[in-house]
């Protein structure tokens, strides 16, 4: 268990719904990590060597990004489309919107990542607290899109969260934060996945799992919301280290810095007001090394 000084608060800010931790090598003196505030409508970035951070507001909530293999900007996830997003000195830029599927009213995009071939995962969610909490079969998805291909794969989450990939490419692993389950798929080499397994799931303290990533030597870290705290399971899904936050409602992770070997953790302020540091970015040094991110090819 670590805790303490050894996770170093990186930027205090009391970001509503800070989300969707991407390091970016290519970007600054030496890297920079941009995140969100999907609630506060705001994008930052991370400055790795000067440790500074700088806040855009958004005119809708922004969800993630992921870069583009073509180096032209990113796709973003917004609250309701898939847009093509410019950053630069002056902040972000939507050039035009790109192939969104139809969700259900009052739902938002949540959550994604790239495979190593370049294919998009991002999921989906009801912003209903008590569709959330009803038990019933969610109305977000997990979504595939490859190209200009777009498929719903798998239905059914209430907030589904975190697609993360194994270092071989062969698992992918996404949750249901409503359901407090970790699922984990067959990932086949042209996409399609099988074998859906209950990984891990939440219990009591442990709060639900939110975002998650893998590192280079397999291990799935995963944020717990409402657990204060960010966990390593093996791939056997036996619990190996965990790491304790000031912060309750931990959202988020990914591996930085030059040497991919600094964790990035995301937290959220929202209904926290009497935590002094929810909100904020952390960063720790956790011994090993994370996955470069993939681009996605459009």
Known sequence: ??????????????????????????????????????????????????????????????????????????????????????????GPRIVDGWTTPEEPAGNRFNDATVDAQGRLWFGSMSENEKE??????????????????????????????????????????????????VYAFDLSADGELSGKREHLRYHGTQGYPDGMTCDAEGGLWVAHWGGGRVSRFLPDGTL????????????????????????????????????ALAGSLFRVAPGVRGLPSPAYIA
């Not at 019933?136 to 589904?160: I, Q, S």
């Not at 975190?162 to 409503?178: E, I, V, W």
Request: hydrophobic share 35%; charged share 25%.
């Open 132 to 181: 959330k909490e009803s038990g019933e079969p969610g109305r977000g998805a997990l979504y595939r899109l490859d190209g200009a291909n777009l498929r719903r794969v798998d239905p059914g989450y209430g907030v589904a969260n975190g697609p993360a990939l194994s270092p071989d490419g062969s698992t992918l692993y996404h949750s249901d934060t409503a359901a407090g389950v």
């Open 240 to 275: 190996d280290e965990t790491l304790i936050l000031p912060a309750s409602r931990v959202t988020s992770c990914t591996f930085g810095g030059p040497e991919l070997d600094q964790l990035y953790i995301t937290t959220a302020a929202d209904g926290r007001d009497q935590e």
């Open 1 to 90: 268990m670590v805790e303490g000084s050894m996770i170093q608060c990186a930027w205090r800010g009391r970001a509503q719904l800070g989300e969707g931790p991407l390091w970016c090598p290519e970007r600054g003196e030496a890297g920079q990590l941009l995140f969100v505030d999907i609630l506060g409508r705001t994008l930052y970035v991370h400055d790795f060597a000067g440790g500074t951070t700088r806040g855009w507001a958004l005119d809708e909530a922004c969800c993630w990004l992921v870069p583009r293999a073509d180096g032209d900007g990113f796709i973003a996830g917004l609250a309701s489309r898939l847009v093509h997003l410019r950053l630069d000195e002056n």
